[in-house]
């Protein structure tokens, strides 16, 4: 197997380098120098690879994206004979609040703390979070049907909606973590929406 070209294994850098500064400080306090200095690509080099801060930023949605999406399937490929649909979707959650609280909350879901940034100031970069959300919530819904199919969930509304509530939900509680520093809040209202809103009457 050929080795990928020098600008090829730049470009995935560059990538990777701007996920962790836009994750650690933000849409506004992520400048292009910092993460050009940390690859060690030359300043000049980097509009070879992107034509502007707001289309890198959108690629780096999409890769965070599809990392995010492929972690989750392959959670739920490997956990699909031991758990049923809602058990796993309690075991997804689970697996992310501890992920974050490791982190101390200083990282939490890239997208969301995108989003509450920028908001739809960016056409590109909307677009790419739009995207990504689409591609979240569509899984979580093939999950949320099949615990209404086992009996689990409550069925008197679209598995497209509870997902995109539970979507919601998370979102909210990542930004109050965030604010709190702690993961309580976080875990008392998942276990409300859980445990007792989305299960039948």
Known sequence: MSRPRRSE?????LIEAGM???AQYGYHGTGIKQI???VKVPKGSFYNYFDSKEAFVAEIIEHYASQVFD???RFVDSTRDQLTAMDQLKAIYAYMMNKYEALGFRQTCLIGSIAAEIGSSSERCQKAMSEAVNLWCQHITELVAEAQRDGDVRADLPPHELAHL???VWEGSLLRM???GSS???RKVLRLLLDQLLPPV
Request: no cysteine; net charge negative; aromatic share 4%.
């Open 166 to 168: 539970i979507w919601s």
């Open 71 to 73: 972690e989750l399937v």
């Open 36 to 38: 050009l200095d940390e």
């Open 9 to 13: 294994q730049s470009r995935e850098a």
């Open 184 to 186: 309580e809040s976080g």
């Open 178 to 180: 965030k604010l709190e």
């Open 20 to 22: 962790n500064q836009l």
